[in-house]
Every structure is written in structure tokens, then in C-alpha cells.
């Protein structure tokens, strides 16, 4: 598998990473003691593209593939998760949805407007006492005429209170289950849809998080997305197509903790120099550094939902097999070469940090099978290569 960046890709990457540093980084503890990003925000990430991310350009999208679509939400996640769940939801979620189940006349009403964040879409499904039990939605969707009346409350809804529109899910039929479960957009501003901003989040602070409650909530059935009882498969492919974000937004986090944990390593001294200069920093930034790369690379594989499932199951098999290496495994079912592996790695400085002294199946020396000898024992570390 391919995944050297073209240059396209290269300058994408670029530009959500001064993006970043210019209009988030700034303001990111400010949001999140305020527990609000400004709004503002959302208009920029669609002059920019960020928001249009593989959507054709006949209904405003700036084009693009997954690639591109992981490479700029990893680079919101290291500056701003809020920011990032913004493009995640309307773009990942409702955007996406709509350019791949919607009917022509719901494209042309809905994703000019998302793609260029005069619009804001939302993703109603979770409920009060149904998360990830999605096939047991309480919300309900009445016929009556030419019309469907929804009642039902939905929770923890990202962009909720900020939302032009929501890709509502409510159970439309008697049948149990997934079965009964249709997909609506549904604009905000309709009568008996009222919103509450739910505060004091431990994470994502400044995300507009909200509480919808729909109280005969009336909607023409040309709002249905997708077949009537056929909502539950909208709904697992929508969120099929959004966890790439989620991982690629999560890498982002883990390299701006590795960033901060290198700065603060070349800027602290301890016995006369940076502690950066200690093996066993070296060591715990390496392990950060690898975990991180591992991380990038499995997300990039896994970038395409549809891809076939057993490559890359595959490619999770090996990134477990890779940990057997480590610390998480009794030392007798380490692969020996897998052992040597963990042993070398690259570290800021061109060099590779030694294992701890008391982890003795990671030194890359084998007690000799006759004295139970190792070499290196007396010196209490392994090898330290340069290169």
C-alpha cells in the first residue's frame, strides 16, 4: 500500500496546519474555559475548503478524497477536538450523507450551505437511553397526510445548538428493531424543536453540545432521507465514513502531546542538562513516537470505508503483533526479533534509546544457554546505537 503523499495531498496538509496555528491554537484555552469556540470559526473552515472536503464541486464542495479528509482533521484535532468535531459532524456525518443518499433536491437545498459553513448540519441519534443501541430508538415519526409528526428527545448532539439542520433519526413504523427506524432532515428553526446547550463537559468544552426536544414536530415527507424503515442503514454508514475523523483527530491530539512532551524536554534541566539528554526520557518520547506513527498509519489505511475489510484487518493484526514487542506481554512470548525491534528507535538527537535496566527480554542480548550469562548484565543497559 501506497501511502507517500502526492503533492496535492502535501499541500493540504500545509494548509490546515497553518490554519491551525493561525486561527485555533490562538484562541484554544480561551474557548475552553469560556466553553464556547466562536462561531466565526465555521465560516473560515469553509472559505478555506475544510467543510466541502470530497464533495463534488457541482454542489460546493471542494473535491478531494479521504486522504485529504484525514490529513486536515488530524490537524484540527492537534490544535482544537472542538474545532474538529465541527467538520467532523457537518461535513463527516450529514454532508456526506446527504451527497451519497440524498434525492437532487435536497442536495441543491442543503450542502451548498454546508459546504461553505453558512450552514451548520447536526446528527440526531443518541438518545437518553439509547447510545450506540441504535436499532431501539424511542423517538417517533408519525404519517399523517402528506406530513410526518415527530416527538422524541435526542442528546448529547454535537453542533446542536448551532445547527441549520439535523439528520434526525425516529422510529416510523411497528416494527421492531432496526427495521422501524427512518432517516429526516429537519431544519432547526421548525415549530416544537427547542434546543438546550449542555455545559460542564469534562472534554470537547467548547463544542456546542445540546439537548433537542421535539414536541409535534411537523416535517413534509419530501424531508425523508432515504426509503421510509431504512434509517438505521443511513445511520451506520454515515457513521462508517465519520470515524476516520474521530481516529485521524485523535492522532492529532497524541501529536500535540508528543510536540509539548519534546518541547518541555529541550527547555527543562535537571543535573546540569535538558532532561531530554537523559536515556530514559529518550526512551519515553521514542515509545510516544512510534505509538504515534502506528496510530497515523493504521488511520490512513483504514481511510476508506469501503475498502475490503480483510486487508486491513490484516494491518491491525500485524499492529498487534508489533506490540507483542512491548511490555504488555510475559517476556517468554516475545519474538525474539520483535524484541530487538522495540530495542531500536528513533529518537530526537539521531539516537536510539536503551531499554530500562530491569526489563531484560528487551536488550537485544540473549542469556547464553550454558552459563545463563548475558551480555551487557554488568553494565545494566543494552545497546545504545547512533547513526
Not at 446528527?123 to 399523517?144: C, H, K, M, Y
Request: proline residues 4%.
Amino acid at each position: 500500500m501506497n501511502l507517500e503523499l502526492s503533492e496535492e495531498q502535501t499541500a493540504v496538509r500545509r494548509l490546515a496546519r497553518d490554519f491551525v496555528d493561525r486561527e485555533i491554537a490562538p484562541n484554544v484555552v480561551a474557548w475552553d474555559r469560556a466553553e464556547e469556540v466562536d462561531r466565526a470559526i465555521v465560516k473560515k473552515l469553509g472559505e478555506v475548503g475544510f467543510l466541502g472536503l470530497t464533495i463534488d464541486e457541482e454542489y460546493g464542495g471542494s473535491g478531494g478524497d479521504h486522504l485529504a479528509y484525514c490529513l486536515v482533521t488530524e490537524e484540527l484535532g492537534r490544535g482544537d477536538s472542538s474545532v474538529r468535531g465541527i467538520v467532523s459532524v457537518s461535513l463527516g456525518l450529514v454532508a456526506k450523507t446527504l451527497a451519497a443518499r440524498g434525492s437532487e433536491e435536497q442536495k441543491r437545498r442543503w450542502l451548498p450551505g454546508l459546504t461553505s459553513g453558512e450552514l451548520v448540519g447536526c446528527f440526531g441519534l443518541t438518545e437518553p437511553g439509547t447510545g450506540s443501541d441504535a436499532g431501539n430508538l424511542t423517538t417517533r415519526a408519525v404519517r399523517d397526510g402528506d406530513d410526518y409528526v415527530i416527538n422524541g428527545t435526542k442528546m448529547f448532539i454535537t453542533n446542536g445548538t448551532w445547527a441549520d439542520v439535523v439528520l434526525l433519526f425516529a422510529r416510523s413504523t411497528d416494527v421492531p428493531g432496526h427495521k422501524g427506524v427512518t432517516a429526516f432532515l429537519v431544519p432547526t428553526g421548525t415549530p416544537g424543536l427547542t434546543r438546550r446547550t449542555i455545559h460542564g463537559k469534562l472534554g470537547l468544552r467548547g463544542q456546542a453540545t445540546a439537548e433537542l426536544v421535539l414536541e409535534d414536530v411537523r416535517v413534509p415527507a419530501s424531508a425523508m432521507l432515504g426509503e421510509e424503515g431504512k434509517g438505521f442503514s443511513v445511520a451506520m454508514s454515515a457513521l462508517a465514513k465519520g470515524r476516520m475523523s474521530v481516529a485521524a483527530g485523535c492522532v492529532g491530539i497524541a501529536q500535540a502531546a508528543l510536540d509539548a512532551a519534546v518541547r518541555y524536554a529541550g527547555e527543562r534541566e535537571q543535573f546540569g542538562k535538558p532532561i531530554a539528554q537523559h536515556q530514559l526520557v529518550q526512551e519515553l518520547i521514542s515509545d510516544i513516537a512510534v505509538d504515534v506513527d502506528a496510530a497515523r498509519l493504521l488511520t490512513l489505511a483504514g481511510r476508506r470505508p469501503d475498502r475490503p475489510r480483510a486487508p486491513l484487518r490484516r494491518r491491525v493484526l500485524q499492529g498487534q503483533a508489533v506490540r507483542l514487542g512491548g511490555r504488555r506481554t510475559r517476556r517468554e512470548q516475545r519474538p525474539p526479533g520483535l524484541r530487538r525491534l522495540r530495542l531500536h528507535r528513533r529518537v530526537p538527537g539521531g539516537q536510539t534509546a536503551a531499554r530500562r535496566p530491569g526489563d531484560d527480554a528487551l536488550r537485544g542480548h540473549e542469556p547464553d544457554p550454558e552459563t545463563g550469562h548475558r551480555a551487557g548484565a554488568d553494565r545494566g543497559f543494552g545497546v545504545l546505537s547512533t547513526t
